[in-house]
Antibody, heavy 123, light 111 residues
Framework: EVQLVESGGGLVKPGESLRLSCAAS????????MTWVRQTPGRGLEWVGR??????????GYAAPVKGRFTISRDDSKNILYLQMSSLRSDDTGMYYC??????????????WGQGTMVTVSS | QSALTQPASVSGSPGQSITISCTGT?????????VSWYQQHPGEAPKLMIY???NRPSGISNRFSGSKSGNTASLTISGLQAEDEGDYYC???????????FGGGTKVTVL
């Protein structure tokens, strides 16, 4: 079964850092463009950022609220996607989902979702 | 505040049809035919129901259909069933720095 499993969430203080991981299985991870989406009570679903495949240059893109603070990377040898978050703020609090799009619709049709990992930023 | 506007709630009786609207701008919904719809049940991750305005992924019932006119996209659920209750979100690909924007979600209630 195609699966994404996130880990690494938790409670951190404002200004601290956290790294999320997403383990992929049962599909060719190296070919996939991968996305992080978060869900917060106040803003609903929010696109966080994306990384293309190595073949496509591992190009990253980020939403304005996280640009410069969050970094997406991937380890194709381990089938793992990462989200490094720094200078965390209270409005970063939410459920973070690792997502894979439909092949050919990597950026616009999010077919496979992980179960999510909760990030809470509070003093 | 979400980029795309959806009604907060829509309800219908079993067997009826309901339509959820998703209004954006010429920079998102109106720019490309890359509108998707997601269903989310409590405690679960969203599930892709419609992509590219009107296409259904494998395994999605043909009771779900999508359309778009200008800057407004719509999701119609026909033959409403109890299992259709949940939250529904639209999204649109923008091609800009923020690649994808979402709607605020619509709570569907089956009466």
């Amino acid at each position: 079964e195609v699966q994404l499993v996130e880990s690494g969430g938790g409670l951190v203080k404002p200004g601290e850092s956290l790294r999320l991981s997403c383990a992929a299985s049962e599909f060719t991870f190296s070919n996939a463009w991968m996305t992080w989406v978060r869900q917060t009570p106040g803003r609903g679903l929010e696109w966080v950022g994306r990384i293309t495949s190595k073949t496509n240059g591992e190009t990253t893109g980020y939403a304005a609220p996280v640009k410069g603070r969050f970094t997406i990377s991937r380890d194709d040898s381990k089938n793992i996607l990462y989200l490094q978050m720094s200078s965390l703020r209270s409005d970063d609090t939410g459920m973070y989902y690792c997502v894979r799009g439909l092949p050919g619709h990597w950026d616009d049709a999010f077919e496979i979702w992980g179960q999510g990992t909760m990030v809470t930023v509070s003093s | 505040q979400s980029a795309l506007t959806q009604p907060a709630s829509v309800s219908g009786s079993p067997g009826q049809s309901i339509t959820i609207s998703c209004t954006g701008t010429s920079s998102d919904v109106g720019r490309f035919n890359y509108v998707s719809w997601y269903q989310q049940h409590p405690g679960e991750a969203p599930k892709l129901m419609i992509y590219e305005v009107s296409n259904r992924p494998s395994g999605i019932s043909n009771r779900f259909s999508g359309s778009k006119s200008g800057n407004t996209a719509s999701l119609t659920i026909s033959g409403l069933q109890a299992e259709d209750e949940g939250d529904y979100y639209c999204s649109a690909y923008t091609g800009s720095t923020t690649l994808v924007v979402f709607g605020g979600g619509t709570k569907v209630t089956v009466l």
